[in-house]
Nanobody, 120 residues
C-alpha cells in the first residue's frame, strides 16, 4: 500500500492550496483518511480526518479555513486550505486506516509528506 501526497508548495499569507493524497495497492476497504502536519520543532498534530461520508473532524486551528473531502472510488482524500497563515507552515502527512485482507485487522498507513510554506 502506498499513499502519494501532492499539492504542497509556497503560498503567500491569505492564499489557498489544495492537497491530494491517493492510496494505491491491495486495498479491501478504507475506514478513515486524514491529514496531519508537523511544523519544525513541534510534534505531529491532527489537521482533519474523514470517515465514511459525513464523519469529519477538524483541529480547532483550521476550522472554517480548511475543508477535507474524499473520493471513495479513487481512494483519494483532499484538503482544501484557504486563508493560509504563516503558522500553517509544516510538512503535511496523509494517513489512511485501511484493510488489505478481509481476514486481517485495519492498519494505519502514512504517506511521505508534502511541504507547505506560508510566507510573503
Amino acid at each position: 500500500v502506498q499513499l502519494q501526497a501532492s499539492g504542497g508548495g509556497l503560498v503567500q499569507p491569505g492564499g489557498s492550496l489544495r492537497l491530494s493524497c491517493a492510496a494505491s495497492g491491495r486495498i479491501i476497504a478504507i475506514s478513515r483518511m486524514g491529514w496531519y502536519r508537523q511544523a519544525p520543532g513541534k510534534q505531529r498534530e491532527l489537521v482533519a480526518t474523514i470517515a465514511g461520508r459525513d464523519s469529519i473532524n477538524y483541529a480547532d486551528s483550521v476550522k472554517g479555513r480548511f475543508t477535507i473531502s474524499r473520493d471513495g472510488a479513487k481512494n483519494t482524500v483532499y484538503l482544501q486550505m484557504s486563508s493560509l497563515k504563516p503558522e500553517d507552515t509544516a510538512v503535511y502527512y496523509c494517513n489512511a486506516d485501511l484493510r488489505t485482507r478481509i481476514d486481517e485487522p485495519v492498519y494505519s498507513y502514512w504517506g511521505r509528506g508534502t511541504l507547505v510554506t506560508v510566507s510573503s
